[in-house]
């Protein structure tokens, strides 16, 4: 995961995720070791919210009205990787969107027995490609897909 975040540039949130995110991440204070709390502290935080609101978590700017245009623009403008995570409603609108450039999956070896779908239950199908497999001592699997064009 420190891999990950290292590579971003911006991080798009839902308004959900990105209240938990606050509440957590946001509020610790910084432990000097970790290239999560790092990235998350000192790049750009984009929050797609239908509803207005004012959040407090330093460098974080609403995206609202036309939220696929300001996603094209965000992609646009970035030099590096627009990153989402968490935010299962807002990836979902983004692949149904054919905005989402590629995706890691990280599968981790527990059965929780219920939650909610990655993938929506409705819609298009969708080809994926396979860019990388490996998996972690620990057992988890990390897949790096892009959607066939």
Known sequence: MDEVYRRADVFLFGRRTFEVFARTWGAWPDPGDSPIWT???TRPKVVA???????????????SGDLAAGVRELKARQGGELQVHGS???????FAGDLVDEMNLFTFPVVVGQGTRLFADTGRHAGLDLIESR???????IQVYRPTP
């Open 135 to 141: 998996a972690t001592p620990s057992g988890v699997t």
């Open 39 to 41: 990235a998350l502290h």
């Open 88 to 94: 299962g409603a807002l990836f979902r609108w983004l």
């Open 49 to 63: 919210a239908t509803t207005p609101f004012e959040p407090t978590w330093a460098d974080t700017t609403v995206l």
